[in-house]
């Protein structure tokens, strides 16, 4: 069986979709559970991006063992120093250079000619293989340029030590049988000389199906993401590639990857979490509605045979469906059974702190379902946080003027303030800027149910902006209570900020001696 190499893109692809920005310990996070999912190489961050795109790589590098861990970096000498120094201590790693090769990103982007698109390319090879052995060369925008200018570039990359070749289809144009074709001509020119690999980009909403073509024609790794975040209209989705080659073994049967399927839902879960995209209801494999049915039809022969109407099992992605009812009366020992069979081993003290939270949840609901727990585990911080809210009290609603009342924690001292707002939730975030003394402009709000019943849990997303140069900050909220789900998620947003803060200012991992 041929081994297909899932290269995920995740925490640097994905992490380009438009709010869809991570903390360095949220990226650490994905990048845990990504090793757990079976990812062969995941694409850590693009290093020479940002302070913060460097030591997210770099503290990647020393937690995950098992996962190759790359930087993408640029055909440029400093993009290639940075990503060797962001992975230095990684077990596995790879240094993943690029440049375009299209006529009409060289004519207007590069402004360069074709012999001096080579000799950079060239020159980024040899320079990126002075630093690891494993080295990968994308042809950006591979996907419109002319055949005979890849197989010249790949002669002179492979010559330099490239080891993967990458033709991504970056803005996403061609259709399947275009892929396979070119893939088949380059993989046939290759003669394993190199590992071919493909990008598909989802503009036209064929990227699952451009990869699934370019696998049939000879590619040995796709490059993916989870829930198919990315730019625009986004990448290949890695569930979707990698159930289909499971549940079609009768056309995929001599391809196999190293993906436990059992992590696809937990990963997807909390890729949602920290970004706050949540995939559409019906998404493949991963949609709220991917394994629900409606129809009585449907329900009638799912209930007959479950093949009738589903193709794959629920199960098969670790959609586990609860076999202990958990509550206000369970023990400890139930919670770490249900959290060993959602996939988590937790040490002791994360275990407890887990508990209290747990114990605190099921006092408000009848019954705490797996989507329950997942979302407590994903708004778990592995930082220490500079505010707690300690109490929130808000107006009466027939109240003419929406106003909040707030207790915050900092440290040993207790603060307290009021304020008003244009609605309730304005008035919340303004009263806790006033005892802060932080300012943060509200970008984006979003209210989810994590479960189901009347008393679900609300799971909110916001999205606020404290510096005006910087991007806004994520933050999440969790509470049968909207409202306080709500402050929670804001100060949660100020606490990641004032981290990420602290954490580049006391940082020493980007430094000229470093590289």
């Known amino acids: 069986m041929k081994t297909i190499k899932i290269f995920d893109t995740t925490l640097r692809d994905g992490e380009q979709s438009p709010g869809a920005s991570m903390n360095i310990e949220e990226k650490v996070k994905i990048a845990l559970q990504l090793e757990r999912l079976g990812v062969d190489i995941i694409e850590a961050g693009f290093a020479a991006a940002s302070l913060g795109d460097f030591e997210a790589i770099s503290r990647i590098s020393k937690k995950v063992t098992k996962s190759t861990v790359c930087s993408l970096a640029r055909a440029v000498d400093s993009d290639i120093e940075k990503a060797a120094a962001a992975i ?16 009409i990103h060289m004519k207007y ?61 970056t803005v996403g144009y061609r259709m399947p049988h275009e892929i396979g074709a070119m893939i088949k001509e380059l993989v046939k020119y290759a003669n394993n000389r ?8 989802n503009d036209l909403g064929l990227a699952v199906a451009n990869s699934l073509a370019a696998i049939e024609n000879g590619a040995l790794q796709v490059e993916c993401t989870i829930n198919g975040l990315g730019e625009r209209a986004g990448n290949a989705a890695l ?19 190293n993906i436990n399927t059992k992590e696809i839902y937990p990963t997807s879960r909390l890729v949602s979490s920290i970004t706050g995209i949540v995939p559409q209801p019906n998404k493949a494999i991963v949609g709220k509605n991917a394994f629900a049915h409606e129809s009585g039809i449907h329900q009638d022969g ?3 045979c479950q093949q009738t109407y589903e193709i794959m099992s629920a199960s098969d992605i670790g959609m586990e469906k609860n076999s202990i009812i958990l509550g206000k009366h369970s023990g400890k020992h139930a919670f770490k059974d249900k959290l060993k069979k959602l996939g988590y081993e937790l040490e002791e003290k994360e275990l407890l702190k887990l508990f209290e939270k747990f114990k605190l949840l099921a ?22 946080p500079v505010y707690q809210l300690v109490n929130l009290q808000l107006s009466d609603c027939s109240s003419a003027m929406a106003t909040a009342a707030v207790m915050m924690k900092k440290g040993n001292q207790h603060i307290k303030a009021a304020g008003i707002g244009n609605g309730t939730i304005d008035a919340v975030f303004k009263t806790i800027d006033k005892a802060t003394g932080i300012h943060g402009l509200l970008k984006d709000y979003q209210v989810q149910a994590v479960s189901q019943g009347k008393d679900a849990l609300a799971k909110v997303n916001v999205q606020v902006i404290f ?14 209570d909207t409202m306080k789900a709500s402050a929670e998620a804001y100060v949660n947003a100020l606490n990641s900020y004032l981290s990420m803060k602290d954490s580049l200012r006391k940082s020493n991992l980007y430094s000229e001696e470093r590289i």
């Open 467 to 480: 510096d005006d140069d910087k991007p806004a900050v994520i933050g999440r909220g969790l509470d049968i």
């Open 109 to 169: 982007k590069l402004k360069m000619s074709e012999d001096e698109v080579v000799k950079r390319a060239v020159e980024a090879v040899k320079l990126a293989k002075s630093f690891c052995d494993d080295v990968e060369f994308s042809c950006e925008d591979a996907g419109r340029s002319e055949i005979p200018f890849l197989k010249r570039v790949m002669d002179a990359v492979i010559e330099a030590g490239a080891t993967t070749i990458n033709f991504p289809d």
């Open 302 to 304: 799912v209930l007959k």
């Open 88 to 103: 230095k201590d990684a077990k596995h790693q790879r240094i993943h250079t690029f440049i375009a090769t299209s006529p």
């Open 194 to 201: 190199a590992v071919i690999s493909v990008h598909n980009h």
């Open 239 to 257: 569930e979707e590639i990698v159930m289909a080659l499971k549940t079609r073994a009768d056309i995929y049967g001599e391809y196999k990857t």
């Open 363 to 384: 006092d408000s609901k009848k019954e705490v379902f797996d989507d329950d727990i997942r979302a407590l585990l994903n708004s778990q911080v592995n930082f220490e």
